[in-house]
């Protein structure tokens, strides 16, 4: 016999004597800790050869094949999980591909969503319920995947691959609408991923702010020496800043529609400080939203106020709202010399911005071919993936600058009908179901997920703005969380210690 303190123990001893643990030789618990200290040990001689010989890429890598395996695990078998892990893969995927690590991120993204649809699908096949099929946000989302899978056979396409590589993205960020209506059950994790979403908003701000007034890092500089970069983003001498997003406007939106967010919770029955909490956070998201430059971005917030107070009306928000209006209206006509507020005059004066017009008339020019073509040119067919598969194409060399302008030009005017029937029933869902739901943290939600979706649909003409991360993950996302609010509030269960608990 050999005494070891382990559990799985006999306690021998009188009352004042202090235990002994005793446990017999072969005892499966002491064979896992001798493996496990054997492959620590294994791991600290390892790791250290293999980045002396290949580099620190093979030790991430290491670390990867290591963690990799419990994340693929959690990912499939615990949903909530998964769906917090792409919520900050989303924010964080951009970043780390400028900071230069080089590994396939985009495949990743893709294999990280294919992952939640298939945990979806077993999830289906223990506990089956396919009742959010049948609700209107379900059936023209199906019908909008249908059709991008229908473009394969699209005559007037370039390419069978760019439609493949675009439908790979398109089709897994849209599944990810049904992963979330289906996963999402309870109360307690719309809060958590709200607060994941707002902090990692933060993260962004700050990024942005650290920009603004401190300066680039030597790996962001390093990019923005190209001459295309400095065309692009060093304007009236001053630099548009992205933070950890692609792009300015992606960095923009975000800020938009996080601080619509903000604006939205303080319409709920929340605590005092924490309303003022969403409020510095609503003010500093906007700051910064400045800082990117993006003129098309602009407009979204006094659009989205107005949304806001339509549908919140009340005595108090109509006063709310006529004071934003008059703040805005003075940001808008007061004289300035600043770069920055300048370029937020300009976004309400469009015919004085002379890449307005550009756009307007490469639009223009455009027309008849989309009212010639009415399933459009093939999915991919502008952009990158047109170029690279199809560089000699008429389409290929044409910039859509737009979302709508690019679901035209690849889907002709039958995809641009299905898409703006989509944006329609989601509003007009989201709409509904803020009238009917009774709580009023969960109403908060709704009138949230359906102001950002609102902005987003307005900010998909002068930009294409749900096409790169996050905002693609958090258009859904919000789209979801308009069927998500109204079963959880049909499902609450009140009770006097708290108002808000929901059981099932």
């Known amino acids: 016999m050999k005494t070891v303190p382990v559990s799985n123990q006999t306690v021998v001893g009188g009352k004042n004597r202090m235990p002994e643990i005793r446990i017999k030789s072969g005892n499966p618990i002491l064979r896992l800790n001798i493996f496990a200290i054997a492959a620590m040990l294994l791991a600290a001689l390892v790791f250290p050869l293999l980045i002396a010989k290949v580099g620190y890429v093979a030790g991430v890598l290491l670390i990867l094949a290591v963690t990799g395996i419990p994340v693929l695990y959690g990912v499939v078998v615990y949903p909530e999980f998964g769906i917090i892990i792409l919520l900050i893969a989303a924010y964080l995927v951009m970043w780390v591909i400028r900071i230069g690590v080089n590994f396939p991120l985009g495949t990743l993204m893709d294999a990280l969503q294919l992952l939640l649809i298939i945990g979806f699908f077993i999830k289906q096949k223990t506990n089956p319920d396919w009742s959010f099929i049948k609700t209107p946000i379900s059936l023209i989302i199906l019908v909008w995947i249908g059709y991008n899978l229908l473009e394969a056979l699209n005559p007037a396409a370039s390419s069978r691959m760019a439609w493949l590589y675009t439908i790979r993205s398109v089709a897994a960020v849209t599944l990810t609408y049904f992963v979330f209506v289906y996963q999402i059950k309870t109360i307690r994790f719309v809060r958590l991923a709200i607060k994941v979403w707002l902090c990692l908003s933060l993260f962004a701000a700050v990024y942005g702010y650290k920009q603004e007034h401190y300066g680039f890092f030597a790996f962001e500089q390093a990019q923005l020496n190209d001459p295309l970069m400095m065309s692009l983003l060093f304007i009236n001498g001053v630099w548009r800043k992205f933070s950890i997003f692609s792009d300015p406007v992606s960095f923009s939106y975000n800020m938009v529609i996080s601080s619509v967010l903000c604006i939205c919770l303080m319409t709920g029955t929340f605590k005092t400080w924490k309303k003022i909490v969403m409020l510095f956070l609503a003010l500093f998201f906007l700051l910064n939203m400045l800082y990117s430059g993006t003129r098309g971005a602009y407009v979204l917030v006094p659009a989205a106020l107005v949304l806001i107070a339509v549908i919140n009306f009340s005595r ?149 703005a749900i096409v790169q991360f996050p905002a693609n993950i958090l258009f859904y996302f919000a789209a979801a969380l308009i069927s998500i609010s109204l079963k959880l509030d049909q499902q609450v269960v009140q009770s006097p210690a708290d108002e808000t608990a929901t059981t099932y």
């Open 316 to 464: 108090k928000v109509m006063m709310i709202s006529i004071i934003a209006g008059m703040l805005i209206g003075v940001m808008i006509f007061i004289p300035t010399g600043n770069p920055t507020l300048l370029r937020f005059q300009s976004a309400f004066k469009p015919s004085d911005d002379a890449s307005y017009n550009v756009r307007k008339k490469n639009q223009k020019c455009i027309q008849p071919y989309i009212l010639s073509h009415p399933i459009g040119g093939g999915l991919g067919a502008t952009g990158v993936w047109g170029v690279r598969f199809a560089p000699q194409s008429f389409l290929a060399a044409f910039p859509p600058d737009s979302g709508y302008v690019r679901v035209a030009v690849e889907l002709g005017y039958i995809g641009l009908f299905l898409i703006c029937s989509m944006m329609f029933i989601i509003l007009k869902t989201g709409i509904n179901n803020y009238f009917k739901i009774k709580n009023p943290e969960l109403k908060a939600y709704c009138l949230a997920a359906t102001a950002i979706v609102f902005v987003l649909n307005i900010g998909n003409f002068p930009q294409e």
